[in-house]
């Protein structure tokens, strides 16, 4: 449990980290309670995680700042509609989770295109294959069923030396 004198002067500095609509800057508080309090309850969640309390030489991250607005100890009431740092980080991993859902989605897309790619190239090389052995087994039947007469014959008779002009 942090100790601390929650009437001391406080100063917050906000996030820098993320930009948000509305500019949140360094504010000085009269009090710690007043600094916790709109910590909590004002300040934009993605701003408060970064967010650094300061009570004279103590330093206080935001994990330390919600427990603070927990603790027995606060003297002010609290807001019933607040919405605590455990809220804020399932909401982003609420986000998460659809951001990661939508991912998985993409890639399960892109790995069935790959599978339909690489099935169809498949079938294409098989059709390939089987048209080179048709071709293959017809040349080698038309060459046992040609007369063997039909096949020209290389004879001294049919050659014809070209001679060149001699100057």
């Known amino acids: 449990m942090i100790r601390m004198d929650y009437l001391a002067e406080a100063e917050l500095y906000p996030s820098r980290r993320r930009a948000s609509s509305g500019v949140v800057r360094y504010r000085r508080f009269d009090s710690a309670a007043l600094a916790i309090k709109f910590a909590i309850e004002e300040l934009p969640g993605d701003r408060l995680l970064g967010t650094i309390l300061e009570v004279g030489d103590e330093r ?3 994990d330390a700042i919600q427990q603070l607005y927990d603790s027995e100890e606060y003297p002010l009431t609290r807001d019933t509609h607040r919405i605590s740092i455990s809220m804020k980080t399932s909401q982003k991993s609420s986000a998460r989770r659809n951001a990661e859902q939508l991912m998985n989605q993409a890639q399960r897309r892109d790995s069935n295109i790959e599978l339909a790619r690489k099935q169809s190239s498949e079938t294409l090389s098989t ?18 069923s040609a007369p063997a007469a039909s096949v020209p014959t290389l004879d001294a008779e049919n050659i014809r030396v070209k001679r060149s002009k001699q100057n």
């Not at 087994?137 to 038309?142: G, H, L, P, S």
């Open 127 to 144: 059709k390939t294959q089987r048209l080179r052995e048709l071709r293959l087994t017809k040349e080698a039947a038309d060459r046992e």
């Open 60 to 62: 206080f991250g935001s």
